[in-house]
């Protein structure tokens, strides 16, 4: 009997550790503002000869509780360089800790999916913005401030 709840007890201290815990997010997780830098290439999907163009981006993205985010960033594309003030969009988190992000961009909605890690204290991200005749690649991290 003894042995039985010895047993009982080590199962349910194993099942209640930070070990045994799932990670669980929400759009809390990530409210506030974090910092990226980020470099990559657009190209001309189907088009072989096509050179690519690459870019680089750094800036920030701030979260608020209730899913609406911005953004505001400095963007070298080729050598020119420019700077974007405020850019706004929409954003979800799924309780396993992936989401999506969708920005309100000058040529047609931008989006990216997105994990969080270490609680929130990062978000790696990846562009999947799809347009006719023109294509992203990019990926990068983002840390909170």
């Given at each position: ?10 199962v ?28 990559g290439?657009?190209?001309k999907?189907g088009?072989p000869?096509?050179k ?9 993205v701030?979260?608020?509780?209730y899913?609406t ?22 954003y ?37 913005t ?16």
């Open positions: 009997m003894k042995s039985h709840l010895l047993l009982l007890t080590a349910a201290l194993t099942l209640l550790s930070p070990i045994g815990a799932q990670a669980s997010c929400s759009t809390s997780t990530i409210s506030g503002t974090y910092g990226f830098a980020v470099q290439f657009t190209l999907p088009d000869v096509a690519s163009t690459s870019y680089a981006l750094i800036g920030t701030t979260f608020n509780a899913g985010v911005n953004r505001a960033f400095t963007l070298d594309a080729a050598g020119q360089v420019t700077s974007v003030d405020t850019n706004a969009g929409t979800t988190v799924n309780p396993n800790c992936s989401g999506s992000i969708a920005f309100d961009a000058p040529f047609g909605l931008e989006t990216f999916s997105f994990t969080i890690v270490g609680k929130g204290a990062a978000i790696l991200f990846l562009n999947t799809t347009l006719p005749n023109f294509g992203f690649v990019q990926s990068g991290r983002m840390e909170r401030q």
